[in-house]
């Protein structure tokens, strides 16, 4: 056997082996049945058999749990395995963070600059819904984060950014989108997890598809079955494509699950994201 076939082969196997590690996570934390309502549905059909299970699963926790089930939820266990808080704005896949938090430690409170303190990030703005529950403390869409760098980010809408105002320190940016010419302001993600927001965004146009028509932002427009504007739509469905399910998705899941009783249906059957979504 060639090299080159010899490390073909062994990306092959690895993607193999995790792939059966999501499937027997599935099968331990929320058995193979979680999904049994759902049969032969597609497109947006599809979406709406989902927004019911997760609904009827849904079982809503308070804003401050969120702080305490953080240190479980988004331990870093997969990339430098030290369980400290798990920042999608601050860590580095491929080399040292710049800096950790620990659990329980450091919360926000003021902030003036990074590595201050973490408090919890929305990615779809609570300000978009006026702060109502269950959305404000829906665990799969309010993540850990750097306080400043939350901050920073606001409310803009993700985009991708050539030249940027303002970069973080793991390489997050803020400036004009440059992705299919819409030239607003936005924030930037590194891309090792680009893909861990779109899945999570299009969660909560799940989730929410009979509250959203309501709900205020630049990316929204105005449907329950489609939710995104097509630039938008589309810049989701290439992060998810290109950014694939990670160890840390699948974990997080799993404990949010024992947490707030229902799942992120994309990151169990990533499928089902172009099964709704078409690409054009």
């Not at 979680?34 to 989902?50: H, P, V």
């Not at 978009?128 to 920073?152: A, E, Q």
């Not at 028509?213 to 938008?232: A, C, I, M, N």
Request: charged content about 25%; hydrophobic content about 30%.
């Amino acid at each position: 056997m060639s090299l080159t076939s010899y490390l073909n082969w062994g990306h092959l196997l690895k993607k193999l082996v995790f792939i059966f590690t999501i499937f027997l996570s599935l099968s331990a934390s929320a058995g193979l049945n979680y999904y049994d309502s759902i049969t032969n549905e597609t497109g947006y059909q599809l979406k709406s058999a989902l927004a019911r299970l997760l609904k009827s699963t849904h079982r809503s926790q308070s804003y401050g749990a969120l702080f305490r089930v953080y240190s479980e939820t988004d331990a870093d266990l997969t990339y430098d395995k030290d369980g400290s808080i798990m920042d999608m704005y601050s860590e580095r896949a491929v080399s040292s963070d710049p800096y950790t938090f620990k659990p329980n430690q450091k919360r926000c409170g003021t902030y003036k600059k990074e590595a201050d303190c973490y408090n919890r990030e929305h990615l779809f703005p609570q300000s978009s819904f006026n702060k109502r529950s269950p959305m404000r403390s829906d665990i799969f869409h309010v993540y850990p984060s750097d306080g400043y760098v939350n901050n920073r980010r606001g409310r803009l809408a993700f985009g991708e950014v050539s030249n940027a105002d303002w970069t973080s320190r793991n390489g997050s940016k803020v400036g004009t989108n440059t992705f299919e010419g819409v030239k607003t302001k936005v924030f930037e993600p590194i891309d090792e997890f680009k893909g861990d927001i779109a899945r999570a965004l299009l969660y909560f146009a799940t989730r929410y598809e009979n509250n959203i028509t309501g709900f205020s932002h630049e990316w929204l427009d105005g449907s329950r079955e489609q939710v995104y504007k097509p630039w938008f739509k589309r810049l989701l469905l290439k992060w998810h494509k290109q950014d694939p399910v990670s160890e840390h998705e699948v974990n997080r899941n799993n404990k949010a699950y024992s947490f707030q009783k229902n799942r992120n249906p994309f990151i169990d059957h990533p499928e089902w994201v172009t099964m709704i979504w078409k690409a054009n």
